[in-house]
């Protein structure tokens, strides 16, 4: 029997400004659901949740919510109204049969507390506030507007966590692939007024729609070649010249009017760097240096050569000090110990994460210029800035648009068009992919990765870094910050390898605690200086047993990855979990004796 759905939205209308924005949109959220909103930037996503949270009227059609069912929406930019502490404001998003402990423990959770005042938070705090306040209640339907936005990486991967193990259904808009690939198991495409389902997650949903694009371009090439016909044939055909086929003429009216109509897909960004003279080999030499604050040590003892060509990625929690570091290796902010050389011929673009660039009185025009005439300089060309705000999806009639009224995605691609057009060889970008669709990422992805100069990138988007970076620095212990080769995935192989590799320290057990007899991995007390056949035998079948256990963990992780796995198998998901923790303690045990029993035979031969 199939399950009533919890949020119904059909035949969905909605224009502004006399352009119709939604024509006729249909989404159904059912029990469980993960569901990937997606679409180009402008398309209406962001309206679309506010439609489905009812924070907005549409012009006609029909939404139903079903009358017990809770929902929670988290909109781009939190609005703390009245509430002077993060915990009051948790605490008003739950209803009268939610728990209150959870707001305690979705506080701190996201690292924030109760009596900070919201009127203090920074951008990230904000956002995980506005989380919590979201996820405290759990409620039956998440609507999710850019969740990821202002994160670092240790709190999107424990908000995957927390979704994934939620009842809740779950509506995201996201830019983040890797987050989309983690937490959907269905796809809902919102192109031109009208939206498509795919029942996947986000993992098959660039070749669905490519396909769906090639289709309907097909289709289109198609109608014009019978358009083509029919013309010719009201030219030149003889029963056209003696009767003049009313039937057939209306038809080629009406196909034109089809194809006038046809509203085709949006165009893909035009981007390319600004090109300049060539960097010396050696762009930048750090040796030792160090940041401190106060007591609070946020770089120490780094060293690192960058050269031409080179690019790097900087990773690690809000606060670790990757801005920081960024501005001491360009030469922007002095090193309290050692130094840092910048090589010859730089010349550097910066992308701020912040937008600073921008002055939100100023015209699209005025603020990619500088308000210096109509005219940008590219590769040393001189074009027009409506010519060239056209490669970056920009409408001739939005160049006098004050900066202020632009959307979160306009802002971002505005920003980009300015930097990519300022001569450089250094190419220094901070969250350069926070509020772009999937389509910009995928041509900036390209750009950054074929880049002939060098770049220094500060990212959270793991997806990101995988396809440009050619070596990851990330924090360590005590402002100590490490490099590794590769992007960010590659960085998390290499620390594994590490502590693995790492001797660890051999903790007593309980009985060896209360000077109770232990025979486990325990040295042989008769002196013989040899292990005994029982711990010989446990040295030799220790690692297949390891081997099996890591599969077994493996294969655990993977089923229970699977977001619909709660929804739809209750009792093999909590099975399973239970399994989960079973076999990491006893993969955990068995590590530790055989590193008992290496040591012992180490120390025995000498």
Known sequence: MALPPLLRLDGVKLTFGGTPLLTGVELGVLPGDRIALVGRNGSGKSTL????????????????????????????????????????????????????????????????????????????????AALARVLAPEPDIILLDEPTNHLDLPTIEWLEEELRGLKSAIVVISHDRRFLEQVTGATVWLDRGTARRLNEGFGGFEAWRDKLLEEEERDFQKLGRKIAREEHWLRYGVSARRTRNQRRLGELHALRAERRNTRRAVGTVEMAAGETRESGKLVIEAERIAKRYGDRVLVEDFSTRILRGDRIGLVGPNGAGKTTLLK??????????????????????????????????????????????????????????????????????????????????????????????????????????????????????????NYPGTVLLVSHDRDFLDRTVTSTVTPGEAGRWIEYAGGYSDMLAQRRAEAKAAPRPVKPSPAAETGAKVTTAAPASSGSGKLSYKQKFALETLPKRIAELEGAVAALEGELADPQLFSRKPDRFAKASAELDARRSALAAAEDEWLELEMLKAEIEG
């Open 328 to 449: 001491m290796l360009i030469g922007e902010l002095a090193p309290d110990a050692g130094r840092v050389r910048l090589g010859t011929n730089l010349d550097l673009a910066f992308l701020d994460q912040k937008r600073a660039a921008l002055n939100d009185a100023l015209s699209v025009s005025d603020a990619l210029t500088d308000g210096r005439g109509d005219q940008v300089t590219v590769n040393g060309e001189a074009r027009h800035v409506a010519g060239y705000l056209k490669d970056f999806l920009f409408q001739p009639e939005q160049i006098r648009t004050p900066v202020g009224n632009l959307s979160g995605g306009e802002r971002a691609r505005l920003l980009l068009a300015k930097v990519l057009a300022s001569p450089a060889n250094l190419l220094v970008l901070d969250e350069p992919t926070n509020d772009l669709d999937i389509e910009t990422l995928d041509l900036l992805q390209e750009l950054v990765a």
């Open 49 to 128: 949740l506010k439609i489905a949270a009812g924070l907005v009227e549409p012009d006609g059609g029909e939404v139903f919510r079903q009358p017990q069912a809770t929902i929670r929406y988290l909109p781009q930019e939190p609005d703390f109204g009245d509430h002077e502490t993060v915990g009051a404001y948790v605490a008003a998003g739950l209803g009268p049969a939610d728990d209150a402990y959870r707001v305690q423990l979705c506080i701190e959770a996201l690292g924030l507390t109760e009596d900070a005042r919201t009127a203090d938070l920074s951008g990230g705090e904000a956002r995980r």
